[in-house]
């Protein structure tokens, strides 16, 4: 694929006050993707995405929104740029149409025409013209997103936008998030420290721990590398003797083994185990859960 990034960081860092905060951040964005930024409280994401929305200057390290740097084309690159960092800033004693309006007033570049996309675009057709004191939260982060949608940004960046819902209200914010990624070809960067969020509402994510990126990939890939293998084999210390020579091996609940999954060199552990005399009597394959591929990821630093 050779399109522009939406979103290009690279090798970003954050001194504040003599603490390196922001230790050499690099991913990248496509269009149409929904990424996550995940990690632990105090990992960096807020750090990183306020650098990224010009909130606060990196030390160094390149931003580019929509190819363009936002040290040195500030003004464009926040063209290509909405987001709701903190909560969105609404006026709750107007309409959600006047909210709008009052922003899209700001900008003159925004036409007027572009308000009834964006509360299509959001779903709030039917409440538009009620108060802002009486809609739910959901439908307030729809509203700020709808804010954040006037001036047709290529990227968009939630901070833990269902921070607060209820369970419905989070599924509904995970799959209108989906849908405006691919229905309007926008990059949608998502903070979460909830592992399940992010499983089933990015295409990638970059596991972020103390200031690094640790890993950048798609969930599935991710637990697909760290797949094991289960063991049900009679006696257990021999096979763990066996199985030690050729791989790391742990013992499981139920006096069972596990290894990694290594699909070549499977049939050939088995080989060895069965010609020293144990009964291997059961191997399974298992994905392991978030939280494993998590604590693996960062060496056992826990999401929460
Ligand atoms: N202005 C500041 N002065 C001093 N330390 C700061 C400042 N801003 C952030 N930090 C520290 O930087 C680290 C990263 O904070 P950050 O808010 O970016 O993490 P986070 O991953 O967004 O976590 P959370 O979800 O809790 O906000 C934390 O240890 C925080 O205490």
């Given at each position: 694929m050779s399109q522009t990034p939406a979103l290009e960081v690279e090798n970003l860092t954050k001194k504040i006050k003599g603490k390196q905060i922001i230790k050499g951040v690099s991913f990248t964005l496509v269009p149409g993707e929904v990424f996550g930024f995940l990690g632990p409280n105090g990992a960096g994401k807020t750090t990183t995405i306020r650098m990224i929305v010009g909130l606060i200057s990196p030390t160094s390290g390149t931003i580019k929104i929509g190819g363009k740097?936002?040290?040195?084309?500030f003004t464009e690159a926040m063209k290509h740029l909405g987001c709701i960092v903190e909560n969105p800033e609404l006026y709750?004693?107007?309409t959600g149409w006047e909210n709008l309006v009052h922003f899209q007033k700001?900008?003159?570049?925004?036409?007027?025409?572009?308000l009834n996309e964006v509360i299509e675009l959001v779903g709030l057709q039917n409440r538009i013209?009620?108060?802002?004191?009486?809609?739910?939260l959901g439908m307030r982060q729809r509203l700020g997103i709808a804010q954040a949608l006037l001036g047709k940004p290529k990227v968009l960046i939630l901070d833990e936008p269902t921070n607060g819902l209820d369970p419905a209200g989070i599924r509904e914010m995970r799959e209108f998030i989906r849908q405006l990624a691919r229905e309007e070809n926008l990059s949608v960067l998502v903070s979460s420290h909830l592992l399940s969020e992010i499983q089933l509402m990015c295409d990638r994510v970059a596991i972020i721990s103390k200031g690094t990126v640790l890993r950048t990939d798609s969930v599935d890939n991710l637990l697909a590398e760290q797949e094991r293998v289960i063991w049900r084999a009679e006696p257990i210390p021999l096979a763990k003797e066996i199985l030690s020579m050729e791989t790391e091996v742990t013992e499981g609940p139920d006096g069972t083994l596990i290894t990694l999954y290594n699909e070549p060199l499977l049939p050939d552990w088995n080989e060895k185990l069965v010609k020293a005399g144990v009964k291997v009597k059961e191997m399974r394959t298992q994905l392991p859960s978030l939280e494993d591929l998590f604590l693996e990821v960062t060496g056992g630093e826990s999401i929460d």
């Amino acid at each position: 694929m050779s399109q522009t990034p939406a979103l290009e960081v690279e090798n970003l860092t954050k001194k504040i006050k003599g603490k390196q905060i922001i230790k050499g951040v690099s991913f990248t964005l496509v269009p149409g993707e929904v990424f996550g930024f995940l990690g632990p409280n105090g990992a960096g994401k807020t750090t990183t995405i306020r650098m990224i929305v010009g909130l606060i200057s990196p030390t160094s390290g390149t931003i580019k929104i929509g190819g363009k740097n936002v040290r040195t084309e500030f003004t464009e690159a926040m063209k290509h740029l909405g987001c709701i960092v903190e909560n969105p800033e609404l006026y709750p004693y107007l309409t959600g149409w006047e909210n709008l309006v009052h922003f899209q007033k700001m900008d003159s570049s925004i036409p007027k025409t572009r308000l009834n996309e964006v509360i299509e675009l959001v779903g709030l057709q039917n409440r538009i013209h009620d108060r802002v004191s009486t809609y739910s939260l959901g439908m307030r982060q729809r509203l700020g997103i709808a804010q954040a949608l006037l001036g047709k940004p290529k990227v968009l960046i939630l901070d833990e936008p269902t921070n607060g819902l209820d369970p419905a209200g989070i599924r509904e914010m995970r799959e209108f998030i989906r849908q405006l990624a691919r229905e309007e070809n926008l990059s949608v960067l998502v903070s979460s420290h909830l592992l399940s969020e992010i499983q089933l509402m990015c295409d990638r994510v970059a596991i972020i721990s103390k200031g690094t990126v640790l890993r950048t990939d798609s969930v599935d890939n991710l637990l697909a590398e760290q797949e094991r293998v289960i063991w049900r084999a009679e006696p257990i210390p021999l096979a763990k003797e066996i199985l030690s020579m050729e791989t790391e091996v742990t013992e499981g609940p139920d006096g069972t083994l596990i290894t990694l999954y290594n699909e070549p060199l499977l049939p050939d552990w088995n080989e060895k185990l069965v010609k020293a005399g144990v009964k291997v009597k059961e191997m399974r394959t298992q994905l392991p859960s978030l939280e494993d591929l998590f604590l693996e990821v960062t060496g056992g630093e826990s999401i929460d």
